[in-house]
Nanobody, 114 residues
Framework: EVQLVESGGGLVQPGGSLRLSCVGSGITFSAYAISWFRQAPGKGLEWVSTINSGAGGSYFANSVEGRFTISRDDGENTVYLQMNDLTPEDTAVYYC???????RGQGTQVTVSS
């Protein structure tokens, strides 16, 4: 069974930073691209970023380009989403997913507020 578990969310002031983690199990983690999505209150699911397997590159939504970075440590079966210069518009539940397997974690809440 594929499992993805997010952590690292919390309350942060505008301009602050957070690093989210996504730990996977039940798959050969290094072989799969991992994506982050988010869902703000009252809104639909928004794609945030994807990191491909190996040296395949990473991609970002326009709304986070230049502020967020994504990385992976396949030895730890973990993908990180580093979020800098956060704004209230980044407030959402953040999910990681494995598009190839259709699996998604339970989410971690990020709240940006003064």
């Amino acid at each position: 069974e594929v499992q993805l578990v997010e952590s690292g969310g919390g309350l942060v002031q505008p301009g602050g930073s957070l690093r989210l983690s996504c730990v996977g199990s039940g798959i050969t983690f290094s072989a799969y691209a991992i994506s982050w999505f988010r869902q703000a209150p009252g809104k639909g699911l928004e794609w945030v970023s994807t990191i491909n397997s190996g040296a395949g590159g990473s991609y970002f939504a326009n709304s986070v380009e230049g502020r967020f970075t994504i990385s992976r440590d396949d030895g730890e079966n973990t993908v990180y989403l580093q979020m800098n210069d956060l704004t209230p518009e980044d407030t959402a539940v953040y999910y990681c997913s494995s598009p190839a397997t259709g699996s998604r974690g339970q989410g971690t809440q990020v709240t940006v507020s003064s």
